[in-house]
């Protein structure tokens, strides 16, 4: 590599070059000190530990989407191995004198990060991170007693008590790149982030284009074309108005100070929409709580937020667990739900809360157990959403509604998709069903269902647990636990 001073930027769930402060702060740096920025990405345990099938078929498309905004495919530099070891052995062998990342919030991370920078600040280097990925940083919202938040809606007034979120910063026009190959660089196809066994991830792109012009698109068409009907239509997965940019959040392609100020111009150009931008960039602030939650938390992932739920007697039924991930539980909003996202790597989040309240309570069947398909299969999993939100489900997390509150999922079609029409989109053999059966075809007639071609356990199953009888075990395995511990 040419002998000029080098300064790495650590791209991790940040891949992107708008708005992105190490990014920037790497190319002053290294414009001030007649240097060089080498970007790097590696995929080491702890990045690798928190990828799905989905969210690996996400990344290998993302990170060749920045590749190319850097001005070539080998222009990012790939590494596969210990982030700290591979950035040591940089510095050994290269001249490089400045290290600067975004900031992350899960355990693991904040573990390696710490010690790296303690690291590199013994050798009298220089390393910085920065606030990038959160409009308030974890730490940086507490109670009026000093500690952090335990429940969504105090937290969120006091985000809104704090000063507005910064502006979003420019892309760099310049970057100084270096063009010298560098021992143990690896191309993206070694990084093998191919979805395993076998690649179902098909139909991914027919919904999603990853990268950061993705991501921009993606949020123009929101704010412009669906936006307005957010507040009113959010929870029907019947009608396309949700943003559907957590997948492009998860990995950084757009920041949340760009998403916040799209949606506040909106709303000062359009005042009578105030409402209909605010309930959105409240959306902002469950994201926000969920990462609050991350950082103070234990092991968001396995242990319950409510401690009397380690006592929960769950059920292990492996084959009511097979028949919900198939989308085969005879519950017509459930099993849209769950194929819609097998096909796309998606799921309207009104739906996530349906299909996971009848896995953990209809079913008793483990939270864990819904969050790790959810993490295989969801292309925007992240560690803070998706264990916030599975705890949220299972009672047990922060601000979770009681367990004893339990969605009916024939109720919950018959509001949220009144026409049955993403019944008909995603369980199509069930499309000729009448509106007023297409959310329990077991209640319709043998002529009725002869008319609409359903042989019920033959062409669509019977439901895998009656409704009140799934509702009636579940009240009392919450009642068992009271007592297990009482």
Known sequence: MTKRPIAIMWFRNDLRLADNPALVKAVTWANENDGMVLPVFILDPVINSQLG????????????????????????????????KIIENLIDAHDIRAVFWNRLYDKPSTDRDTDLKAAILDRG????????????????????????????????????????????????QNIPLGDS????????????????????????????????????????????????????????PDHRVTSELSPH?????????????????????????????????????WREFAHHILFHA??????????????????????ALERWQRGQTGFPIVDAGMREL????YMHNRVRMIVGSVLVKHLLIHWREGLAWFDDTLVDACPANNAFSWQWIGGCGADAAPYFRIFNPVLQGEKFDPAGEYVRQWVPELRD??????????????????????????????????VKEGRERALTAYQDMKQAIA
């Open 249 to 285: 959040l998860r990995f950084g392609e757009i920041s949340p100070y760009q998403v916040w100020h799209s949606a506040s111009h909106f709303a000062d150009a359009h005042p009578g929409e105030g409402k209909t931008a605010s309930k959105f960039m409240s959306e902002l602030g």
């Open 433 to 466: 069903m009448p509106e007023q059966y297409i959310h329990k075809p077991w209640e319709a007639s043998p002529l009725i269902l002869k008319a609409a071609g359903i042989t019920l356990g033959q062409t669509y199953p019977m439901p895998i647990v009656g």
């Open 181 to 236: 190959v560098l021992a143990d660089e690896a191309t993206l196809s070694a990084l093998d982030l191919g979805p395993k066994p076998f690649d179902w991830a098909g139909g991914f792109s027919e919904r999603f284009t990853p990268g950061e012009a993705g991501a921009k698109q993606q949020l123009f068409d929101f704010i412009d074309d669906r936006l307005t009907d957010y507040a009113d239509l959010r929870d029907r």
């Open 342 to 345: 097998w096909h796309t790597g």
């Open 125 to 172: 280097l220089i390393c910085e991170s920065f606030k990038a990925n959160l409009l308030f940083e974890p730490w940086e919202i507490k109670t009026g007693g000093g500690t952090d938040f335990k429940v969504y809606s105090p937290f969120w007034r006091a985000c809104q008590k704090c000063p507005p979120p910064r502006q979003p910063i420019a892309a760099p």
């Open 53 to 84: 099938g989905a969210t690996r078929w996400w990344l290998e498309r993302s990170l060749g989407a920045l590749a190319k905004s850097l001005g070539s495919l080998s222009a990012l530099r790939l590494f596969v191995g210990d982030a700290g």
């Open 298 to 319: 234990k092991d968001l992932r396995s242990v319950p937020l409510q401690g009397q739920f380690a006592h929960f007697p769950w059920d292990q039924d492996e084959k």
